[in-house]
T-cell receptor
């Protein structure tokens, strides 16, 4: 079974500063994917970034980067130059490529509420 | 940009009634999913659907729930005899073998009273 743990219920950051949101995972699968989604107060789920278990380089997407440490089973999200619009709930999630159901079946963590202060 | 569309955005129903939540996945996607998020809690997988059949389902997805792809575009979640604890946000998602990420709809907030 897969498990995602996000130990930070809430985080605060000053505008324009960088912030790291923690995520650890547990799986017995050899091939898996790690994702971060943003959920603003309006409720939709917005995909941010993906890291494959065999990717040697950390993923980056604009101001988002994923600090992937496979041996530690961690996949922390780093947001650089925080903006007020970054205030939202952030979910770490993982998938398995086993079973052929593609990457859509996700196991989510509990989420971290990020608040960006002006 | 193509997107997953869910209707209605908010549904209020009486306990014991049946509801159907509707989703239009992205047109060239092959894999379809329903997730549930009880208020303030994490998102939970309900069911995945591929090639016109359920490929995987969670413990939550019991006989009260069913899914259907009645035509080439819609993907529905039916909840029979709704209970108060079915109140949640329900997300539809889809992806294709060409994508690594699942694309989520904006969600349907179900309130059972």
């Amino acid at each position: 079974a897969q498990k995602i743990t996000q130990t930070q219920p809430g985080m605060f950051v000053q505008e324009k500063e960088a912030v790291t949101l923690d995520c650890t995972y547990d799986t017995s699968d050899q091939s898996y994917g790690l994702f971060w989604y943003k959920q603003p107060s309006s409720g939709e789920m917005i995909f941010l970034i993906y890291q494959g278990s065999y990717d040697e380089q950390n993923a980056t997407e604009g101001r988002y980067s994923l600090n992937f440490q496979k041996a530690r089973k961690s996949a922390n999200l780093v947001i650089s130059a925080s903006q007020l619009g970054d205030s939202a709930m952030y979910f770490c999630a993982m998938s398995s490529n086993a079973g052929g159901t593609s990457y859509g079946k996700l196991t989510f963590g509990q989420g971290t509420i990020l608040t960006v202060h002006p | 940009e193509p997107e997953v569309t869910q209707t209605p955005s908010h549904q209020v129903t009486q306990m014991g009634q049946e509801v159907i939540l509707r989703c239009v996945p992205i047109s060239n996607h092959l894999y379809f999913y329903w997730y549930r998020q009880i208020l303030g809690q994490k998102v939970e997988f309900l069911v995945s659907f591929y090639n016109n059949e359920i490929s995987e389902k969670s413990e939550i997805f019991d006989d009260q729930f069913s899914v259907e792809r009645p035509d080439g575009s819609n993907f529905t979640l039916k909840i029979r005899s709704t209970k108060l604890e079915d109140s949640a946000m329900y997300f539809c998602a889809s992806n294709s073998p060409m994508n690594t990420e699942a694309f989520f709809g904006q969600g349907t907030r179900l309130t059972v009273v």
